[in-house]
């Protein structure tokens, strides 16, 4: 009695999970994940609105990395809410903590600052620059380096990515910190603000 009971629950198996299967692809053809999207748009979460800084932030991504300098051209070109976008601020505690948040950084991912290496300066994408004191998130391992070096600009660039010797800063690792990294250097995934100043 009990293996005729086996049997019979082992059939009734065989027949309804190829069923949930085929139930299961029909949802996903009617919900593309955001995985789906992101193929298609670049979008992978977001916008997702600030009330502290009044801008929207968005994490976007690439099918091939790409390079600081290229990632802040396509974030400019990016309009939400009839604002264009910059590669992200992140200025204070708050902003950090809501990108934190709100956006699972599992990669290395470009923001809106640059380590201009001749005069050892470092530039928001807004051109305001990040001085001494000023709020910062870097790595324990960047931070604490006193052997950087900066890469340089191949002269063969197309003109509109031709700019002095530079680093662009990007969150990485776990917890995401801020790092530097030379202008050869690639990442599929940017974070854009939309500096809306309303939601």
Same mark, same amino acid.
């Given at each position: 009695?009990?293996? +005729?009971?086996?049997?019979?629950?082992? *059939?009734?198996?065989?027949?309804?999970?190829? /069923?949930?299967?085929?139930?299961?692809? &029909?949802?996903?053809?009617?919900?593309?994940?955001? +995985?789906?999207?992101?193929?298609?748009?670049?979008?992978?979460?977001?916008? *997702?609105?600030?009330?502290?800084?009044?801008?929207?932030?968005?994490? %976007?991504?690439?099918?091939?990395?790409?390079?600081? %300098?290229?990632?802040?051209?396509?974030?400019?070109?990016?309009?939400?809410?009839?604002?264009?976008?910059? /590669?992200?601020?992140?200025?204070?505690? $708050? @902003?950090?903590?809501?990108?934190?948040?709100?956006?699972?950084?599992?990669?290395? @991912?470009?923001? &809106?600052? $640059?380590?201009?290496?001749?005069? $050892?300066? /470092?530039?928001?994408?807004?051109?305001?620059?990040?001085?001494?004191?000023?709020?910062?998130?870097?790595?324990? %391992?960047?931070?604490? %380096?006193?052997?950087?070096?900066? &890469?340089?600009?191949?002269?063969?660039? @197309?003109?509109?990515?031709?700019? +002095?010797?530079?680093?662009?800063?990007?969150?990485? &690792?776990?917890?995401?910190?801020?790092?530097?990294?030379?202008?050869?250097?690639?990442?599929?995934?940017?974070?854009?603000?939309?500096? @809306?100043? +309303?939601?």
């Amino acid at each position: 009695m009990v293996r +005729k009971t086996r049997l019979v629950v082992l *059939f009734l198996l065989a027949i309804m999970l190829p /069923l949930a299967a085929h139930a299961q692809v &029909g949802i996903e053809k009617k919900h593309p994940s955001y +995985k789906d999207n992101y193929k298609i748009t670049g979008s992978v979460k977001g916008p *997702f609105y600030d009330p502290h800084t009044k801008s929207y932030f968005e994490l %976007r991504w690439w099918k091939k990395g790409r390079k600081w %300098r290229q990632a802040y051209l396509e974030a400019q070109s990016l309009v939400f809410k009839d604002t264009h976008g910059r /590669l992200a601020l992140v200025k204070d505690l $708050q @902003t950090h903590t809501f990108i934190q948040t709100h956006f699972n950084i599992s990669a290395a @991912t470009w923001i &809106g600052l $640059q380590y201009y290496c001749d005069e $050892q300066r /470092l530039n928001w994408a807004d051109d305001s620059t990040l001085k001494k004191g000023d709020f910062s998130a870097w790595s324990y %391992r960047w931070a604490r %380096r006193d052997d950087i070096r900066c &890469g340089f600009m191949n002269p063969h660039y @197309t003109p509109e990515l031709h700019m +002095k010797s530079h680093m662009g800063v990007s969150y990485i &690792g776990q917890p995401p910190m801020w790092q530097a990294s030379g202008p050869e250097k690639e990442y599929d995934f940017f974070l854009v603000e939309y500096p @809306t100043g +309303k939601e």
